[in-house]
């Protein structure tokens, strides 16, 4: 791992969704010795082992929580187990999502409220549940990982209804949390990416020529990578982000400049 500006040991995550792409390379990201690490998954068992090897092989400790965020308390039941397991939670990365990719008429209840489950209740649960440690902890911190889809609308890529509709109430959530936090010097931001390449063609929403033709739009140019968002996932975890709170930020190439 390369050297770091800031010490990053000691401390407790809980990462969400982190079996691979965005949340497996911000836990690798984080990955220091001494620190110990909740690594969440719905279903991917594998993936998740993976990235815990990963952050063994770094000296961190690290434990795997399986859990369904789409059901009622299961965020405060995860955070509960998180902080029975390791005594403390310190840092808090919502990544886990659904991604709805129904447009605005084709979106039926049962999928509006998915999406709500997973990325807006699932959240409010879990900060509520870690909100007195987080309150605790010396340099408390909370990043969620929102989505451009919640900020570009066009009429020919129209798709996303419910996931758009259900990362902007997460952006509020996590500005309201901010200022609860605040007082005791804790933090809490959003990180949305743009399009991002991700490892596992399961993930891929688009075809490969769709995925060419999306960066040509971006002015940089390219697709976005986990790493990308992992940086800035990193920094805003660390003690120099320690004035930057209630922000959303866009990892996105300027696609929404």
């Known amino acids: 791992m390369p050297d770091r500006p800031h010490d990053l040991t000691g401390r ?3 990462i969400t969704g982190a079996a691979s792409g965005i949340g497996a390379e911000i836990a690798r990201g984080l990955a220091a010795p001494g620190a110990c690490f909740a690594i969440h998954t719905r279903s991917n068992r594998d993936g998740a082992e993976e990235t815990i090897a990963a952050l063994r092989a770094a000296g961190a400790k690290a434990a ?16 509960d187990s998180v902080q029975a397991r390791f005594g403390r939670l310190d840092v808090l990365v919502s990544n886990a999502g659904f991604a709805d990719r129904r447009g605005f008429d084709e979106l039926d209840t049962a999928g ?4 709500a489950s997973v990325i807006q209740r699932a959240f409010f649960e879990m900060a509520s549940a870690a909100l007195p440690a987080l309150c605790a902890a010396p340099a ?19 798709k996303f209804a419910a996931s758009a509709a259900a990362k902007a109430g997460l952006e509020a959530l996590v500005k309201a949390l901010a200022m609860r936090l605040a007082p005791h010097g804790a933090t809490a931001n959003c990180v949305i990416p743009g399009y991002i390449r991700k490892q596992a063609g399961a993930h891929s929403a688009l075809t490969p020529e769709a995925w060419q033709k999306l960066a040509a739009e971006i002015p940089l140019q390219r697709l976005g990578t986990p790493q990308d968002v992992a940086a800035l996932v990193g920094f805003l975890c660390s003690p120099a982000a320690g004035y930057i709170t209630a922000q959303s930020i866009m990892v996105d190439g300027g696609l929404t400049a």
Do not use: C, M
């Open 12 to 14: 407790t995550y809980l």
């Open 64 to 79: 795997l929580f399986l859990t369904d965020l789409a059901e009622a308390d299961a965020g405060r039941h995860l955070v």
């Open 112 to 115: 509006f409220e998915k999406s």
């Open 140 to 158: 408390g911190r909370v990043v969620a990982i929102g989505s451009f889809v919640a900020k570009r609308f066009q009429p020919h890529a129209g």
